[in-house]
């Protein structure tokens, strides 16, 4: 009697994901997001922009998921080539001639090194998480994408009639931590621009959203003391700066060689470890079950 083969259980895998938080001001319209995304991926008319050296990023293939306000998408970063540039002819180890380059043929509308991250847009909390990985061992740079979605949305085509559109990169809890821990701390800076977040944010408990939506802090280390002493207040301005993707740096001194050191938020972003079974999906459902565990009124 011959035996049945044995499904292999894979182990399990997880993705690493990364959290921006996109704003637009005025947002009254339910349809402020959604709008948003869609000139953001638009096929017909979407930009692109400057990601790293020579390597372009766009943001494309929006979809919306069935029975929430969310949006899954994908990222694509590719390579440019530039002719202008000299070339090397490797088997004869020189620069390549004019009539060696003559020779190459490569259409205007291909573009080499094509990678492709997925992504989740939640529109009430406007935050955007993206995979960090696409499995391949290729990655993306949470500090270099922030920048480039930053501008990408302030692309006339993209921002529309909006007054604001930016995108905040979310740091690692512990970094702020960090900061306020630094030996010695005497500066800190706080730089907080204020999410449009649902009535009952917590932060309305500690900042009045109606009357500002820029805090920018600096304290100093007063003449004969050990080091800064931060208030509650300051400490908890540094906290929801963190959480909502405002600058927190910090200025103190090297605990073993007593050198000026440096810390920020932009130093680590936060980033989330999905664990997933390849058995059973693969990593961007997992995220997509992920985010939408994560959400109010799901359990």
Not at 202 to 222: A, G, L, T
Request: overall charge neutral; charged content about 35%; glycine content about 6%.
């Amino acid at each position: 009697m011959q035996r049945k083969p044995v499904k292999r259980r894979l182990r399990k895998r997880r993705v690493k994901v990364g959290e921006i938080s996109v704003v637009a001001h005025p947002h009254d319209d339910p349809d402020t997001y959604p709008e948003l995304f869609k000139r953001l991926t638009d096929s017909t008319s979407r930009p692109n922009t400057k990601y790293s050296n020579n390597r372009s990023v766009e943001f494309a293939d929006l979809e919306k998921v069935a029975g929430a306000d969310v949006y899954t998408g994908a990222i694509y970063i590719y390579s440019g080539i530039d002719f202008d540039e000299p070339w090397y002819n490797k088997p004869n180890k020189r620069e390549a001639t004019n009539e060696e380059l003559d020779k190459i043929n490569i259409p205007n509308e291909l573009n080499p090194e094509f990678r492709k991250f997925g992504f989740v847009f939640v529109v009430d909390s406007h935050r955007l998480y993206f995979r960090c990985d696409d499995g391949q061992g290729h990655l993306i740079k949470p500090n270099l994408l922030n920048n480039a979605l930053a501008r990408l949305l302030t692309a006339r085509k993209v921002k529309g009639d909006l007054e604001e559109v930016r995108a905040d990169l979310i740091a690692d809890r512990g970094q702020v931590d960090a900061i306020l821990d630094m030996h010695k701390l005497y500066r800190l800076q706080i730089d907080l621009r204020l999410p449009n977040g649902e009535d009952d944010d917590p932060i309305d408990h500690y900042i009045d959203k109606d009357s500002q939506n820029r805090i920018k802090v600096e304290v100093f280390k007063r003449a004969r003391v050990e080091a800064l002493r931060v208030t509650d207040y300051v400490k908890k301005l540094a906290e929801i700066a963190g959480e909502v993707g405002g600058l927190v740096t910090g200025w103190g001194k090297d605990e073993e060689t007593g050198a000026p050191s440096k810390q920020s938020t932009t130093y680590k972003p936060k980033t989330n470890f999905i664990k997933y079974s390849p058995n059973e999906t693969d990593p961007e459902q997992a995220m997509l079950d992920w985010v939408l565990k994560g959400m109010p009124n799901n359990d």
